[in-house]
């Protein structure tokens, strides 16, 4: 049993920068594959980013590729998701999930969520 938790949402001007945290409580494997979804009002949940937790391999969406960063501290249990250059289009409900199938950027796949925090970028 996994539990994540979000943090770092908030409300910023295009432009600006978030950096949004998943701290885990539980054992997450090497094979993990831990991704960043986000969801915005009457559309679907989408792949932002995601990372391979034992190698580090990254992966991106094209939309945010260049300016949101992925990482994760094993020691801390944690991923992280640096946004910058924020555009009003990024506006949504982030997640952090976790595939212990490894690669995979629908959400079906993923086993366990966050409960998401809100990330709003003012135009």
């Known amino acids: 049993q996994v539990d994540l938790v979000e943090s770092g949402g908030g409300l910023v001007q295009t432009g600006g920068s978030l950096r949004l945290s998943c701290a885990a409580s539980?054992?997450?494997?090497?094979?993990?594959?831990m991704g960043w979804f986000r969801q915005a009002p009457g559309e679907e949940r989408e792949f932002v980013a995601g990372?391979?937790?034992?190698?580090?391999?990254?992966y991106y969406a094209d939309s945010v590729k260049g300016r949101f960063t992925i990482s994760r501290v094993s020691a801390e249990n944690t991923v992280y998701l640096q946004m910058d250059s924020l555009k009003p289009e990024d506006t949504a409900v982030y997640y952090c999930?976790?595939?212990?199938?490894?690669?995979?950027?629908?959400?079906?796949?993923?086993?366990?969520w966050g409960q998401g925090t809100q990330v709003t970028v003012s135009s």
């Open positions: 999930a976790g595939n212990r199938g490894g690669y995979s950027t629908t959400y079906a796949s993923y086993n366990f």
């Open positions: 539980g054992r997450i494997y090497s094979s993990t594959f």
């Open positions: 990372i391979r937790w034992g190698v580090g391999n990254t």
